[in-house]
């Protein structure tokens, strides 16, 4: 949408001389002030719930008919006036006044230029405190199934990474320290997982916001005949909400969409912090093409991982937008105050956020190349099998793990000291520490052997990863 406030038709010039708003202005008999006409609009940015207003507009008006509350005529004009305003927003003809405050009377106003008095028969039986509310809920549950086919590409992105890497062995890490020889494709699965719970909370959030507060009016319902059951079923909403009061002070569903989204940006983070450390050439477990990556003004070798970055980066935004909606909420009396007009911004800045940093990952989880060499030789670094040693011990000796977690200490010692790893330690100096070792012990110091081992559910064996990518397709895709 390519449409624009005016900035130029406030009423505000005079100061307190111009006149009342037409919105509210017959218990007003000066206009506001101009510092009043610069804080108060949210045109500026509500205006992005215009297909949201007007289909809150044509259910209201539609239920008004069949209740008798108003004339067929009227709600035909309506109904008819409502689809012109539509297509002139939708199509960049529409002019925006910050005069006429928000989005609601924008839409009003120029209905009644198109249809006349017809128009002010619309708000019967509602208040702008119960439109906004339904507006928001609304384009919060879009919002919602926008993100969650972004999430659902990145799912599927991942399993293609782990079903083709299943068998890659390299290092897991604690602490960031090598521990133990995982596969590549079990860890493109963890993320799996991770995202699997952000939908859920998505899910959840969007199942408890569906309730619909038009017709609660300003605070306390209204004296019109309403049918509060038909305009919730029209709008796509499951009931509607059972409290006045609480349907139009209620932003829950605002903070738990937060919420999830900063859970969501924070596991995005996580996934683009080790992007950046895979594509260092310390690391160099992957790489990643032109299409994610920039160069350096100075440097000509560098090849930056700034997409990754960038989405690192912008998760504080998401979590910012959450901190800033529980700020601006706990201190608020029931019901409506005009603090909860700033509950807008943020979410929708987080939510354009969380969009773009989702395409993002999904693209370089495609884009991204496993360096498989590279990825095994790490895996033999820093002792990743010495708990294998451990278990074998206490399979094959009948060692008690305690014993023999001070055993495989001990072979760990020597190994650091002789600068070589657990597998290039010949027989006699095992023995030298345990004299029961065999020659066996050698199956189970290759990493390879060590990640085949890992048979328990959810392990990192390339074959129950291979499972549990299918079974992840059944689930989430």
């Known amino acids: 949408m390519t449409t624009k406030p ?34 108060n609009p949210s045109i500026d940015f509500d205006q992005r719930f215009y297909a949201q207003d007007i289909a809150g507009s044509r259910a209201h008006a539609a239920m008004l008919v069949v209740q008798g509350v108003i004339s067929d005529k009227d709600g035909a004009d309506i109904a008819r006036g409502l689809d012109q305003v539509e297509r002139e927003i939708a199509e960049g003809r529409f002019t925006f006044s910050r005069a006429l405050e928000d989005i609601h009377m924008n839409v009003e106003s120029r209905l009644a230029e198109l249809i006349g008095d017809a128009a002010g028969r619309m708000h019967t039986g509602r208040s702008r405190n119960d439109q906004v509310a339904t507006d928001f809920k609304m384009w919060v549950r879009d919002a919602i199934d926008r993100l969650d086919d972004g999430l659902k590409a990145l799912q599927a992105a991942l399993i293609d990474q782990a079903e083709a890497n299943a068998d890659v062995v390299m290092p897991g890490f604690t602490h960031l320290q090598a521990a133990q020889p995982v596969t590549f494709g079990h860890h493109m699965m963890a993320y799996v997982e991770m995202i699997g719970r952000d939908r859920g909370r998505f899910t959840d959030c969007r199942a408890r916001l569906n309730e619909c507060p038009l017709g609660a009016a300003a605070l306390a319902g209204t004296s019109f005949p309403i049918d509060r059951e038909a305009t919730a079923t029209a709008l796509g909403f499951d009931r509607p909400t059972a409290n006045s009061l609480d349907s139009v002070s209620d932003r829950d569903f605002a903070l738990e969409f937060l919420s999830t989204a900063s859970i969501t940006a924070m596991h995005l983070s996580r996934f683009s912090e080790e992007i950046v450390n895979w594509t260092s050439a310390q690391f160099n477990f992957i790489s990643l093409s032109d299409a994610f990556t920039t160069g350096s003004s100075i440097m000509p070798q560098k090849r930056n991982p700034d997409a990754a970055e960038l989405v690192r980066g912008k998760s504080g935004r998401v979590i910012g937008a959450l901190t800033a909606l529980l700020m601006m909420m706990k201190g608020l009396p029931l019901a409506f105050c005009k603090d909860m007009q700033e509950d807008k911004e943020p979410l929708f800045d987080a939510a354009d956020t969380l969009d773009v940093c989702i395409a993002a990952c999904v693209g370089m989880v495609i884009d991204m190349k496993a360096n498989a060499p590279a990825l095994k030789e790490a895996a033999q670094l820093g002792f990743a099998t010495a708990t294998d040693l451990a278990d074998w011990l206490v399979r094959s000796l009948d060692m008690p793990f305690r014993n023999a977690h001070h055993v495989t200490g001990a072979v760990v010692k020597l190994a650091e000291d002789r600068g070589c790893r657990l597998d290039e330690l010949d027989l006699p100096a095992l023995q030298a520490i345990e004299p029961r070792i065999t020659d066996a012990v050698y199956g189970v110091l290759d990493p390879a052997r060590s990640v085949a081992s890992r048979t328990s559910f959810g392990g990192t064996a390339p074959d129950n990863v291979k499972a549990a990518a299918a079974a992840a397709r059944a689930r989430f895709l």
């Open 6 to 39: 005016n900035s130029n038709d406030s009423p505000s010039g005079t100061g307190s001389n111009a006149p009342a708003s037409k919105t509210w202005g017959g218990r007003f008999r000066d206009g506001p002030s101009e510092v009043m006409d610069q804080i």
